[in-house]
């Protein structure tokens, strides 16, 4: 399971992921937000 260090919550990273502009930034905070909520990283890729 990937792991994520713990300096911003689930709720700033989702923030985050949906006000992002630039699509490469957009997905890497909508994989990070997944992987800290515990998802697979099968399932991150299934997802992004």
């Known amino acids: 399971m990937p792991?994520?260090?713990r300096h911003l919550t689930l709720?700033?990273?989702e923030r985050r992921y949906k006000k992002a502009k630039d699509p490469?930034?957009?997905t890497r905070f909508q994989a990070?937000?997944?992987a800290?909520?515990?998802l697979s990283a099968r399932e991150i890729a299934r997802i992004t």
Request: aromatic share 6%; charged share 35%.
């Open 32 to 34: 990070v937000y997944h």
């Open 11 to 13: 709720r700033e990273l």
């Open 24 to 26: 490469v930034e957009k």
């Open 3 to 5: 792991q994520v260090a």
């Open 36 to 38: 800290a909520k515990g």
